[in-house]
Nanobody, 115 residues
């Protein structure tokens, strides 16, 4: 069983930045596909960004050019750098690790963008 622990959420003003971290409790972190999802109140959970074991990244159209996903395999950690934040980015952000056939989820961290 892999545990994922997110951190870095909080309250930020529109236009501000936050960096989320997700630490994984596995020594084979490097072979996992890592993802960030988010879920806003009353909405379905949606994928925000993905990074493969090889470092290839993919982004939702709504965050392209503003968010950057990265990973540090030596620290078993994946990051989400969020810049130019908007009120519509307000959500609970979740980290997910994928290694077929298993998925592992973190507990989520709240991001609130408001003035």
């Amino acid at each position: 069983q892999v545990q994922l622990v997110e951190s870095g959420g909080g309250l930020v003003q529109p236009g501000g930045s936050l960096r989320l971290s997700c630490a994984a409790s596995t020594s084979i972190f490097s072979i996992y596909v890592m993802c960030w999802y988010r879920q806003a109140p009353g909405k379905q959970r949606e994928v925000v960004a993905v990074i493969t074991s090889g470092g290839t990244t993919h982004y939702a159209d709504s965050v392209k050019g503003r968010f950057t996903i990265s990973r540090d395999n030596a620290k078993n950690t994946v990051y989400l750098q969020m810049n130019s934040l908007k009120p519509e980015d307000t959500a609970v952000y979740y980290c997910k690790g994928e290694r077929a056939p298993f998925d592992y989820w973190g507990q989520g961290t709240q991001v609130t963008v408001s003035s």
